[in-house]
């Protein structure tokens, strides 16, 4: 459930009164309103940005350019799957199709059960293990058919 605009505006305020001492805060107000909401609602936007003397406009680019900020809510799990050029080469191509098939979403997209978000990320740093994910944090390297099917019995339990 989507908490009410005057909640939002009130919780955010206080994130943002919290780091905007800080150098440079507008990440650090992003990641803090991401971790309270579980992304970053649009009725933030203006909040953040009266409070920190910037356009809407900037903070709205932001938040679209980097890919860790979500406009809706994730799954419960977060699966990241590596799309750069190493994990390309090792068949990250054909891993992104059977799991698109066995999750029934896209990039970008959350379950209807709200069980999994799959993204794609450009690069996790393991390409001497590509392909290679990341579940809730944890990297998982050398992809493969049995791989891929105990994500996703994880992800759907």
């Known amino acids: 459930m989507q908490p009410a605009s005057t909640e939002i505006t009130s919780r955010t305020a206080a994130i ?13 107000i992003l990641h ?5 909401f579980g992304h970053v609602p649009h009725d933030s936007l203006p909040v953040i940005a009266e409070a920190l003397n910037i356009s ?11 890919h860790d900020y979500r406009s809706h809510p994730a799954g419960r799990h977060v699966l990241k799957l590596c799309q750069a050029e190493s994990c390309q080469s090792m068949g990250s191509d054909a891993i992104a199709a059977k799991l698109k098939q066995l999750l029934g979403i ?17 690069c996790l740093g393991l390409c001497a293990c590509s ?8 990297v998982i390297g ?15 339990s």
């Open 106 to 122: 896209g990039f970008h997209e959350t379950a209807r059960d709200g069980s999994v978000t799959l993204e794609p990320v450009y």
């Open 131 to 138: 392909p290679a994910a990341m579940l809730d944090g944890q």
């Open 56 to 66: 809407r406009a900037e903070v709205h680019g932001v938040v679209t350019f980097y």
């Open 16 to 28: 943002i009164q919290e780091l905007k001492g800080l150098e440079g805060p507008l990440l650090p």
């Open 32 to 36: 803090g309103i991401q971790e309270e």
């Open 142 to 156: 050398r992809l493969d058919d049995e791989k891929l099917d105990e994500i996703v019995a994880e992800v759907r």
